[in-house]
């Protein structure tokens, strides 16, 4: 009953992210695959479900397959469970959880135990990110930050950064806007 597989899938999220990888409008798809701009809208925005017949030439308008865009497509579900892991990593060990499974509009992970300080990340979202356990010293845009147990720190998208477990058993949980998303407004050039 709580299983996500059990549940429709859509479409039209998987139909949205493709086309705009492959830079595409909804005018362009229309004019390849037949079909009209409304009704590729409405696709996209899960508010008709395409024939498969419709589905195929949606697929062969974006180069790809029928199959290829139901397996990327998203659970209708609005409920996932993720269980903890029944193993409690060795002490010392480094681990890494995802939170939140499959293709989803955000992203969350819970790592425990050591982590690699040297290594430095830029994502083009926003983040959270919250000590349950521990402390951590984070470098973000030149300036240290030290946090203990129950302290948040926001990155928003852009932002270099890195991080590192200063006492032992920390737990930190990254929770972030899913790089797909488009949720930074990107600069054009010219634009002040």
């Known amino acids: 009953m709580g299983d996500h597989k059990e549940q429709p899938l859509r479409v039209g999220a998987a139909v949205r992210r493709r086309r705009r990888a492959l830079e595409l409008t909804l005018a362009v798809v229309a004019e390849r695959s037949g079909l009209s701009v409304p009704f590729l809208s409405q696709i996209e925005n899960e508010r008709a479900r395409p024939s498969r017949g419709s589905l195929e030439k949606v697929a062969d308008a974006l180069r790809t397959t029928a199959v290829e865009l139901l397996a990327a497509a998203d659970p209708a579900c609005s409920v996932d469970v993720v269980r903890a892991d ?23 992970m819970e790592f425990a135990g050591d982590h690699d300080a040297g290594r430095e990340f830029q994502h083009r979202n926003d983040e959270l990110m919250y000590v349950a356990d521990g402390a951590v010293e984070i470098e973000a845009e030149g300036r240290a930050h030290r946090l203990g147990r129950g302290d948040t720190l926001y990155l928003t998208g852009g932002v270099r950064h890195r991080w590192r477990a200063t006492v032992p058993d920390t ?21 002040t």
């Open 86 to 108: 029944a193993q409690e990593p060795a002490p010392d060990e480094p681990r890494v959880r995802s939170l939140v499974r499959g293709h989803q509009q955000l992203h969350a």
């Open 171 to 191: 737990r930190v949980i990254v929770v972030a806007v899913a790089e797909h998303i488009e949720a930074v407004q990107q600069r054009r050039r010219g634009d």
